[in-house]
């Protein structure tokens, strides 16, 4: 009896948390997917499989871990299932060429010095550093964003990658370069920028 | 024949592209000697490997940070 009543309480809480953690989930399911409805679909897919099955999550690392581990799984898999062959009209905004070109002087030196961007890991123990890195994410391209998350956050290795999109892997290098440059712009702005100026 | 000395705008794409498949080792060379004398570049450098480990812990930043320091 006791036993029964711990165990409702335990998978109370894991609800409530699980719900807490929600918003979270769809901001990044929507980052990868551009998509509202396949979204939805995972994040709903996701706390079930976490919720059929509580006692996997043994507190090994914390919840949100677990629970953006399993989902990042589920993404993989709606990536592979859809096999939406990535587009890359040369115009989602200027030509890549204009736009690495723009960071570098004719003879190759670059343009400006880089800001220093202080110590990383003090940054990376900031959230609202990570918020201002979601933004800069959104602004991203759709089809740059898709395949910048495949890489960075979902870690998919380059070959697979190519077969899922149908990119080149000499565009998809160019790709991935011009979403970090972007990335680093955006943040160097919204972020480093504003640090040093405080 | 390649030249060994690289440009800053080489430099930048072989960072980048550093991160997704392996660099041979004559531009592993050429990339190292351009970062000793390069104070551009190694910034440049250091700010996408910041950017690497930021997308892995983008969406669990909390434990993640705590993760990797051991």
Known sequence: MPDFQLGDLMSDSLHLQLNALRPALLRFALLQLRNDAVAEDVVQDTLIAVLEKPDRFAGQSSLRTYVTGIMKHKIVDVLRASKRVVQFEPLEGESDDDFIDALFKADGHTQDMPRAWGDPDATLEQKDFFRVMEICLEKLPAQTARVFMMREWLELETEEICKETGVSTSNLWVILYRARLRLRECLDLNWFGKQEAA | ?70
């Open chain 2, 1 to 70: 024949m390649m030249r060994v000395k690289m440009t800053c705008k080489e430099a930048h794409r072989v960072v980048s592209e550093g991160l997704d498949r392996d660099l041979s080792l004559f531009e592993r060379l050429r990339l190292r000697l351009h970062l000793r004398i390069c104070d551009a570049c190694t910034r440049f450098n250091g700010q996408m490997a910041l950017l690497r480990q930021a997308m892995r812990k983008l969406s669990a930043p909390d434990d993640a940070a705590g993760q990797e320091r051991k």
